[in-house]
């Protein structure tokens, strides 16, 4: 096993991103067809804000998790990172490069990986796409060799990649996929919604793997999820992006602390009865007070709502705001 | 040398995918069959009525049947299908994993696809051609064989930059399913020698759609009847289209914003 400090170096600010905006121009028209007749002629357009001056860094080995609702922009972020959009405005450096240069040292050095995507040969089986890989990236046939296997065993696909692609299921072609994404082990992953579709087993053991990875070839990883249990299991950091902009940027645990009004007290009374209470922040230690002043109370727990709510009510407030 | 090694990679995917549908050469060999047929018919039927046609006799013309057929093989086995698959692929999105390979993206998209069985037209053309050539009875020079297999890579070169550049168009105008039909239709003109077509006509096959330096001019080689300016311009043209073109790809590619997930 090769160590982590080989691929990659502690170099802080892997990403980072300063100010940067991407808007589209995209045609508006009116429904019905005399509306479609006009925009043959003359075409509206309307200015989208997909990402409104937005500014981060992420240090090397970071897991961040990137949150948002659809449209908020996510996608966007990390098509400009991986060099596939040029920014409007603004600055972005992954790994001391301009994406949108698309540089071969920086592309040998990153992966995108799109979870509703796949980029295998249909009809082959997945070792065959591999090989192609291994020519694309230049790769010595040899670390070529060790790390397919290495990750292959990760995964336990030892059998699905000598079938063809089209024959997997929807989470088989996504394991396959990611292994084929990471054969050049890049420094830097962006994965776009990768459990996206899967079922909560394949779920968890593709979260276990990302985790693996990143501990094993310290790797940085810029992650969205529509499944708030893989950001919980892989990020320590959040950024929450709506519209375009970023609404928090720091620790998992503080997001709730920073959008969450309320707490819940759990509690179960002498008689078994269970009580669950939600609580404004600054009437905790009141109500706790009162509740055992004037109940026998056995167990009692106070915790911050699902993060899952949390982010709900973000969203919510943004968009009443 | 990195694009023959990327080909021969690609090659090598494309032939354990394709030998997979055998039944698809039979058609391929039985499309062949057809157009040679229908070629050979109709120039049969010309030369009943006359004996040279813009200078040019039934053997002679044969020559271009033949080149016209073969090119068109190498068309659809290898142009038409990567041009097809990058229109595909600007509108899905999916163009996306080839923009973040440390390669060339113009040299990726350009090689990936590859229809093993539609090569039998290259076979039957190359027939075709030889049959022109032993009916003209006279000798071939070496020079002369280099000269035609020279100016036959241009003239596939040429039709390369047209096809690129008409796909390219699809990061602005998204939807370019009539490009095979475009194409299609206008390269049938190239049956025919490109001095029997007026001049407006001759012109715009010549430089806008590149079919008379990809047909004629080779064929003028194995028919002694090339000039040495006709190469010249030929080759200058080839170089001039081939940088217009990759600039415009790049230039394409800048508009290129992904079908947004």
Known sequence: MRTAAAYAPRVPGVVHVSHLTKVFRVPEREGGMTAALRSLFKRQWREVRAVDDISFDIEAGEVVGFLGPNGAGKTTTLKMLSGLLYPTSGDGHVLGHVPSKRERDYLRRMTLVMGNRNQLQWDLPALDSFELNRAIYRLPREDFRRTRDELIDLLDIGDLVRKPVRQLSLGERMKVEVVGSLLHLPQVLFLDEPTIGLDVTMQRRLRAFVAEYNERYGATVLLTSHYMADVEALCKRVIVIHHGRILFDGQLDDLADSFSTTKTIEALLEDGERVSLSVPRAEISQATAKLLAEHDVLDLTIEDPPIEDVIEQVFATEATA | ?261
Not at chain 2, 171 to 182: E, I, P, Q, T
């Open chain 2, 1 to 261: 040398m990195r694009p023959v090694q990327l080909a021969l990679l690609y090659l090598r995917l494309n032939v354990m995918n394709e030998v997979q549908y055998r039944a698809n050469f039979f058609i391929a060999a039985f499309q062949s069959l057809l157009s040679v047929g229908v070629g050979l018919a109709v120039l049969a039927l010309v030369y009943s009525h006359t004996t040279t046609l813009n200078g040019w006799t039934e053997s002679e013309l044969l020559v271009i049947v033949g080149v016209q057929i073969l090119l068109s093989g190498v068309i659809h086995a290898t142009i038409q299908p990567n041009m097809e698959r990058l229109v595909d692929e600007v509108r899905d999105g999916k163009l996306d994993f080839a923009l973040t390979k440390p390669e060339d993206a113009q040299l990726l998209i350009s090689l990936r696809e590859l229809r093993l069985w539609q090569t039998v037209d290259v076979i039957s053309g190359a027939i075709v051609v030889g049959v022109g050539i032993a009916r003209l009875h006279n000798s071939i020079g070496v020079g002369h064989a280099f000269g035609f297999l020279a100016l036959l890579l241009l003239g596939a070169l040429l039709l390369y930059c047209f096809w690129l550049i008409l796909a390219t168009g699809s990061f602005w105008v998204v939807n370019m399913w009539f490009l095979a039909d475009l194409f299609e239709g206008v390269y049938q003109t190239g049956r025919w020698p490109i001095g029997i077509y007026p001049g407006w006509l001759r012109y715009s096959m010549t430089y806008l759609v590149p079919i008379g330096f990809a047909v004629t001019v080779p064929a003028q080689a194995l028919t002694n009847r090339l000039h040495w300016t006709t190469v010249v311009v030929a080759v200058c043209f080839g170089g001039a289209l081939t940088a217009f073109t990759r600039w415009f790809w790049q230039f394409g590619l800048r508009r290129y914003s992904g079908a947004s997930a």
